[in-house]
T-cell receptor, first 114, second 114 residues
Framework: NAGVTQTPKFQVLKTGQSMTLQCAQD?????MYWYRQDPGMGLRLIYY???????DKGEVPNGYNVSRLNKREFSLRLESAAPSQTSVYFC?????????????FGDGTRLSIL | AQSVTQLDSHVSVSEGTPVLLRCNYS??????LFWYVQHPNKGLQLLLK??????LVKGINGFEAEFKKSETSFHLTKPSAHMSDAAEYFC????????????FGTGTKLQVIP
């Protein structure tokens, strides 16, 4: 049981390049999230998807787009990367519809933009 | 609206001594509360969760936390620190009344001195 899988694990981009971060979960979870983690700031929500076919902005959506491809997959796209987007990106998923459940996290994608 | 405040950005303890990581929260609803641990270059792992059952919650690796509604606190404790406990810890609040809005604290780095 893989849980939440993120690819790639590391990436270096040049300013202005585009890139898609992939996330897949095999737990049949309804909701999926993308966060960025920066030193001293905890995790900040970029976008989330409450269910297949829906996406909503989080706290820091500017410069990003997302696609909920199906129930398993939720991708994050940087159309024109900027140095301020250098960060560690985490994908998470959660089962909804019952007692509050914790999020399950992937291992992260470490992204550097030069 | 909900928020989480982790009162210490860094905590340093000697191996074998107690650990106390402090967390205060605010929430408009009856909250669910979580503690996660993140080891260097790793994803977030759930330590424990409070979802309205017993107010004293036991987690993995000997950690526990007590939900105190009157103090709006959810402090994390461990009787005796181990070197492997050195990591960053995040307190998280999630509202339980609808879609899971999740808010992270800014994290507390725990240093364990031999």
């Amino acid at each position: 049981n893989a849980g939440v899988t993120q690819t790639p694990k590391f990436q270096v981009l040049k300013t202005g390049q585009s890139m898609t971060l992939q996330c897949a979960q095999d737990m049949n979870h309804n909701s999926m999230y993308w966060y960025r983690q920066d030193p001293g700031m905890g995790l900040r929500l970029i976008y989330y998807s409450a269910s297949e076919g829906t996406t909503d902005k989080g706290e820091v959506p500017n410069g990003y787009n997302v696609s909920r491809l199906n129930k398993r997959e939720f991708s994050l796209r940087l159309e024109s990367a900027a140095p301020s987007q250098t960060s560690v990106y985490f994908c998470a998923s959660i089962r909804t519809g019952g007692p509050q459940q914790p999020q399950h996290f992937g291992d992260g994608t470490r992204l550097s933009i030069l | 609206a909900q928020s989480v405040t982790q009162l210490d950005s860094h905590v340093s303890v000697s191996e074998g001594t107690p650990v106390l990581l402090r967390c205060n929260y605010s929430s408009s609803y009856s909250p669910s509360l979580f503690w996660y641990v993140q080891h260097p270059n790793k994803g977030l792992q759930l330590l424990l969760k409070y979802t309205s059952a017993a107010t004293l919650v036991k987690g993995i690796n000997g950690f526990e936390a007590e939900f105190k509604k009157s103090e709006t606190s959810f402090h994390l404790t461990k009787p005796s620190a181990h070197m492997s406990d050195a990591a960053e810890y995040f307190c998280v609040v999630s509202d339980r009344e609808g879609y899971q809005k999740v808010t992270f604290g800014t994290g507390t780095k725990l240093q364990v001195i031999p």
